[in-house]
């Protein structure tokens, strides 16, 4: 570890175990093994070795946990080191837990362990640097907690089943990043395009997803989610070239600040909520009393109570749909359409939703 503040990725857990495996074959020390990473090099703590015959052992090294919420903090990664006669050759297999990839658009092409390309490279190198020039390995990952802890990933999203995937592209787990989070986002687009979908639905998060397929008939490939990056992921869709539609979908709640030009709707990063919904209100011919009860309100759905009891729901709501429209329009090469909802499913922006390219139900 190089700061105590920083951990580091499935990828270097992987790779010790990898090559504490290899030194326990050789009758070496291996309480504590220094790895490569493409940044640095780095000391990493051994749980156990076995040996398990002349040209074959196992290792178990723990993931340290660290401030990061991170589902993968403090589990255990296995490896199995078979050494073979094949000159410098290394095949790296996945085990029990690691997840199988099944749809392409991803790093790794179908039927392949979800190790992703730069763990391979970096177990590849620490292996084939500890080598005789007349050996070579078969490396097996297994992470034993893989299946339980697979839900709580994008995996299912992604296609990649029965597992967790090994990831990094440093080595070095930045506490609270949400770069790796938004790479991970950004593959359930490529995911699509590989199975020729250019309609696509941009929700929030779970209830988007929930409200979306209640609404709509699509295949779920078709479903992305852009949790709070919103600007991030409607940019990577326009880079593809490939993307024909965007129909933007969620709760008020969160759709509204997009409105605002808000294009991370973090609650801590931005909220003018209250703002965005009196501007809006007032916009639209409410009383001033009913402009100041939107800006006191506490949350979304007591702004459309106050609204409904004035009749004037969907003329805000398709106002703040409309101006989401002419945003996204003025930066990206994508035809939008939004359907703004409640909690309930309820649609608040009823004449936009007839001009989408998907039908509801």
Known sequence: MTKDENGITTGSVATAASLAALLRIKNQDTHIVTITTPKETINVEVEHTTKLAPNKATATVKKPTYNDPDVTRGIEIIAEVTLTDKPKEIEIIGGKGVGTVTKSGLQIPVGQAAINPVPRQMITKNIKDNLLPNQGAIVKIIVPLGEKLAPKTMNKRLGIINGISILGTTGIARPMSSK???????????????????????????????????????NEDQLIEMSNFVGFMIEEADKTGQIDNILILGHAGKLIKIAAGITNTKQSVADARREIMAAYTAINGADTKTIQDIFNSNTTEDMIKILDEKQLTNKVFESIADHIIELCNLKYDINFSVIIVKMNGEILTPEHAKNTPFKLK
């Open 180 to 218: 790796a989070y938004m790479n991970s986002l950004k593959y359930q687009i490529t995911v699509a395009i590989a199975g020729n979908y250019k309609d696509l639905i941009f929700v929030p998060g779970n209830i988007g997803n929930k409200i979306a397929k209640q609404l709509i008939d699509i």
